[in-house]
Nanobody
Framework: QVQLVESGGGSVQAGGSLRLSCAAS????????MSWFRQPPGKEREFVSR???????NYSDSVKGRFTISQDNDKKAVYLQMNSLKPDDTAIYYC??????????????WGQGTQVTVSS
């Protein structure tokens, strides 16, 4: 069974940096992509960044230029380097995997989330 486990969250002051990690286990990579989402307190979950199997990336406008997504070559870990953090980056950050192995459809997996708190 596929499991995603996030780590690296914590509390920092505005302008600081954090590096989030998402470790995937219990599977063999076939095809798909991995993303980071976040849910600020009292708000809906929102897209942050995505990386595909070829290394192509996408970012939301709110984090572009400050955050960088990357992955290991074996596709079993994904990272989010967060620089120049702002108080409105405070949220629970979730790792998401879309995976397809010999099918026309993708299976979706979510991590449990890791808390990021940015104070002014």
């Amino acid at each position: 069974q596929v499991q995603l486990v996030e780590s690296g969250g914590g509390s920092v002051q505005a302008g600081g940096s954090l590096r989030l990690s998402c470790a995937a286990s219990g599977y063999t990579y076939c095809n798909g992509d991995m993303s980071w989402f976040r849910q600020p307190p009292g708000k809906e979950r929102e897209f942050v960044s995505r990386i595909d199997g070829a290394g192509g990336t996408n970012y939301s406008d709110s984090v572009k230029g400050r955050f960088t997504i990357s992955q290991d070559n074996d596709k079993k870990a994904v990272y989010l380097q967060m620089n120049s953090l702002k108080p409105d980056d405070t949220a629970i950050y979730y790792c998401k995997m879309r995976r397809r192995c010999g099918t026309l459809y993708y299976s979706i997996y979510w991590g449990q989330g890791t808390q990021v708190t940015v104070s002014s």
